[in-house]
């Protein structure tokens, strides 16, 4: 009789509990609703000291941080061991090849003179053997002289660059007026000081009716290939 009621009022007390238990307050319950737990007074939520958001984005935001903050899994030795199992075997004719990396050259003027074919090969030949050369020169309307000097560089313009240089050319005994008239003979000459200049010495050869000779000594020169004739060698001359 003692355990009867014993067991009678055990089951009173769980049935007490499960009138009052609502599984829209149960924060495990697949019928929770938060919007009834919050208008709920009394409701103890599982972790009271958990931190609150303002809104869903709020909570996201820190959760995807927190999330991507998490250590990564180490890779052992043994699952690496595990993985080269399953390497594929290659046959030999399906192995890659193994090429070496071709190093480019670097390219200039000094190394395309060497690698120079054709006419302009002449040129790095006269510069091997220090070959004197004549070249002439023009202008806008026929021949303007010649220079002969040693040729130290060209490219494939016939762009050259010169040295030990002795240039002969003709000019009109007339110059050309200055752009804003004749000179005033009555303003005074101004005084230039040219003594940390070194302008090479002209020398006239040759007076004819509109036109004289000149002559000058350079040590080096550059010409363009748009102002050269054409090039002869000069293996026997005399300077």
């Not at 090429?99 to 670097?106: G, L, N």
């Not at 040129?123 to 053997?129: A, N, S, V």
């Not at 002795?166 to 009555?186: L, Q, S, Y």
């Amino acid at each position: 009789m003692a355990a009867d009621r014993g067991h009678s009022r055990s089951d009173e007390k769980q049935m007490g509990q499960d009138v009052n238990y609502d599984p829209n307050l149960d924060f495990y319950s697949d019928q929770f609703d938060p919007l009834k737990a919050l208008h709920t007074s009394n409701i103890v939520p599982p972790v009271p000291d958990a931190k609150t958001y303002d809104n869903i984005f709020a909570y996201k935001r820190a959760y995807s941080a927190e999330k991507d903050q998490r250590p990564r899994k180490h890779v052992t030795a043994e699952s690496e061991a595990g993985k080269s199992e399953f390497k594929r075997n290659w046959l030999p004719h399906q192995l890659p090849i193994q090429s070496e990396r071709k190093h480019h050259r670097v390219k200039n003027v000094l190394t395309k003179m060497e690698s120079t074919r054709g006419p302009l090969s002449v040129l790095r030949k006269c510069i091997e053997d220090k070959i004197k050369v004549k070249i002439w020169t023009r202008h806008s309307h026929g021949i303007r002289g010649y220079i002969t000097a040693f040729v130290t560089m060209f490219d494939k313009h016939w762009n050259m660059s010169l040295e030990d240089v002795v240039e002969v050319w003709t000019r009109p005994k007339k110059r050309k007026v200055p752009p804003f008239g004749t000179i005033n003979a009555d303003k005074p000459p101004v005084d230039v000081d040219n003594s940390d200049r070194c302008f090479p010495k002209v020398t006239v050869l040759k007076t004819e009716k509109k036109l004289e000779t000149c002559r000058r000594q350079l040590d080096q020169l550059f010409v363009r290939g748009e102002q050269i004739a054409y090039v002869c060698i000069l293996k026997d001359y005399d300077a």
